[in-house]
């Protein structure tokens, strides 16, 4: 079956201009997360949804960040007013719910000029 | 809160030589463990996990890892390597389920195998 995908897989962007990037997780997976990469480093968790419940923001950066989720299906991350330090290769999964394997998309590439 | 170290930024390693990627955790409480490949230019797999039972854990592509819980590392092992092995490995943890499942990340090993 398909895994998780994701748009675009590159985003070349100005300073101070807005981004969507998109997440299509597996079907029948009802949680979702968001981590970011930098250059050389580790992943950092964004943000996290599961199902109905409220989702857990704590890893989002700054106000300017944002995503929201529809039902179980796809996600948006938003990030408005990009900054330089926000380029980064942005990684969606989705997993089964509770605890379960996470499935990784291929990520996005952000550059922001 | 939990806290990931791998203790190698790169390993340069021979073809069919043996190679051990170290992982260290830090957390208040109880922990699932991984450890994640990434391919150039593509997304994250799993290559094995502990959860419970045997500490000894076998992954795919002949990778395993041991987990020591009096000395919180997660080392993961190859008896011998290939050239398709080179990657960057992500070791990684997530507290037993209480919630959310975020997954706490290493910084990464980049693994480079030489003919």
């Known amino acids: 079956g398909a895994g998780v995908s994701q748009s675009p897989s590159n985003k070349v962007t100005e300073k101070g201009k807005d981004v969507e990037l998109r997440c299509d997780p597996i079907?029948?997976?009802?949680?979702l997360y968001w981590y970011r990469q930098r250059l050389g480093q580790g992943l950092e968790f964004l943000i996290y949804?599961?199902?109905?419940?409220?989702?857990?923001k704590s890893g989002l950066p700054s106000d300017r960040f944002s995503a929201e989720r529809t039902g179980e299906s796809v996600s948006t991350l938003t990030i408005q007013r990009t900054q330089q330090e926000d380029s980064a290769v942005y990684l969606c999964?989705?997993?089964?719910?509770?605890?379960?394997?996470?499935?990784f998309g291929p990520g996005t590439r952000l550059t922001v000029l | 809160a939990q806290s990931v170290t791998q203790l190698d930024s790169q390993v340069p390693v021979f073809e069919e030589a043996p190679v051990e990627l170290r992982c260290n955790y830090s957390?208040?409480?109880?922990?699932?463990l991984f450890w994640y490949v990434q391919y150039p230019n593509q997304g994250l797999q799993l290559l094995l996990k502990?959860?419970?039972?045997?500490?000894l854990v076998k992954g795919i592509n002949g990778f395993e890892a041991e987990f020591n819980k009096s000395q919180t590392s997660f080392h993961l092992r190859k008896p011998s390597v290939h050239i398709s092995d080179t990657a960057e490995y992500f070791c990684a943890v997530t507290p037993i389920p209480q919630g959310a499942q975020k997954l706490v990340f290493g910084q990464g090993t980049r693994l480079t195998i030489n003919p």
């Open positions: 502990y959860l419970s039972g045997s500490t």
């Open positions: 999964a989705s997993s089964f719910a509770g605890y379960n394997e996470q499935f």
């Open positions: 957390s208040s409480v109880s922990v699932y």
């Open positions: 949804f599961q199902g109905n419940s409220a989702p857990d």
């Open positions: 079907s029948g997976h009802t949680a």
